[in-house]
């Protein structure tokens, strides 16, 4: 009785690491020919707004001559690509194993600077942007990943990683905009802050040629304040 009890209890041990493993994404980055790269256009819709989630790819969203979003890696994590009222969603699933070489890449142009909204998440990946403008608040997140932006407008935003440094070059927003990284660097050149909250755990602060170990506040009650953190890294404004 004892040994079936033992048997029954190993089955159900082994039955929920497999759905445990089923659910999770397994990246193994060697090259594997059953599951050949690609490198397609996967859509060439019109949109104003932009919402891409997904699990294993970097993300680049640029000015560019027309609508269009390009993909590059592996084809069984081709992303899918939806509109609807505007909204051009673009999602990816990266449940079980998947044989990589370097990260999939999905690359979005717009011809028209101007996107009423902008949300990109990548759980790892890199994300790039560069000459966009938008008239609401954008959001920016990675797990692991880079993330750097280049001649940016909105009004207001909050960028995240928690492996990764964040680059930023000529910011122009209205509002209070947050920056964060567990694990990096920050530096923010050509920005239009005029007030700062910065906070560092293991690292420094450098702002404009004033330096500090670990905190550092001013105007922190103007209506375009930057607040940024990093637990092991260093902070730069210039």
Do not use: W
């Amino acid at each position: 009785m004892k040994n079936i009890s033992k048997k029954f209890g190993l089955i159900s041990l082994l039955f929920s690491l497999a759905m445990i493993l089923s659910a999770c994404s397994i990246i193994i980055s060697n090259h594997d020919d059953t599951k050949p790269e690609i490198k397609t256009t996967i859509s060439n819709q019109g949109f104003n707004k932009l919402e891409i989630s997904v699990a294993l790819a970097d993300i680049s969203v640029k000015y560019g001559d027309k609508y269009q979003v390009e993909y590059e890696g592996p084809k069984n994590l081709k992303p899918t690509v939806s509109r609807k009222n505007g909204i051009l969603t673009i999602k990816q699933s990266a449940t079980g194993i998947h044989h990589v070489n370097g990260d999939p890449a999905i690359t979005i142009t717009v011809p028209k600077q101007l996107l009423k909204n902008l949300t990109l998440s990548t759980n790892d990946g890199d994300i790039e942007v560069e000459n966009i403008a938008t008239t609401s608040p954008i959001s920016l997140e990675t797990n692991d990943g880079d993330i750097n932006i280049n001649n940016l407008k909105a009004p207001s935003g909050k960028i995240d990683t928690n492996d990764g440094d964040i680059t930023i070059n000529k910011l122009s927003n209205q509002n209070n905009f947050k920056v964060n990284t567990d694990d990096g660097d920050i530096k923010i050149t050509q920005s239009s802050f005029t007030g700062y909250k910065l906070n560092v755990s293991d690292g420094d602060i450098n702002i404009k040629g004033r330096s500090s170990n670990d905190f550092f506040v001013e105007n922190q009650n103007s209506s375009n304040v930057l607040t940024a953190s990093s637990q092991d890294g260093d902070i730069k404004i210039k």
